[in-house]
């Protein structure tokens, strides 16, 4: 139903909050349209395109009332320790570009690495990885994309994975581990050599 005035339309956006935190929405941004979207009411049967000049429901209830208002609070940055799984990283990961998916890679311990991908990497995730490390490290994150890279080894399907790496994406692989080897001739940067069957 309509809301016909501005208490009417908090308690529905009070009501709609409360029934999306229990089912636990899955981000901040899911709960706020659940909430916008909270004053809707489906179509009925007999309504038409045409007729859409005789409906008065408001699409934005917020803008529209003088005396009401709803602030949600500032949306804070996601703390890595809260992506539990692959269905979260990715989330995450698709909302960020360039330079910001290489910092959410180094903010990432061991310990969330392996939770993340547990069961597996995912189908084309290795090689945007391996992208964002290449097209972003500098020498100073030698030891942090070492830790990195030999971590996603432990990974659920990494081998299956590894055999998705399209061939510039292997070449990418190849000219990172390149260049952490010259910096770094250590094992570990040779075991990756081995472990990413880079020759």
Known sequence: ??????????????????????????????FEQIVKASHLKPLEKGDRISDMDKFTQPWNIASSQDNFSFSPSPQTDLSTSSLQNLTQFNREWRKRKGPQKFDLLLSLSETDIRRIFHAEIGLGLLGEIVDALHSNWAEEHVTSVLNILTTLTKCGRFDLSLRFLSGEEKTKLKSLLDKMYALSETDGVSELFKMYEVV
């Open 1 to 30: 139903t309509i809301c016909s005035n501005s208490s009417e339309a908090v308690v529905s956006t009070q009501s709609t909050g409360i029934r999306a935190v229990t089912n636990k929405v899955a981000s901040y941004e899911e």
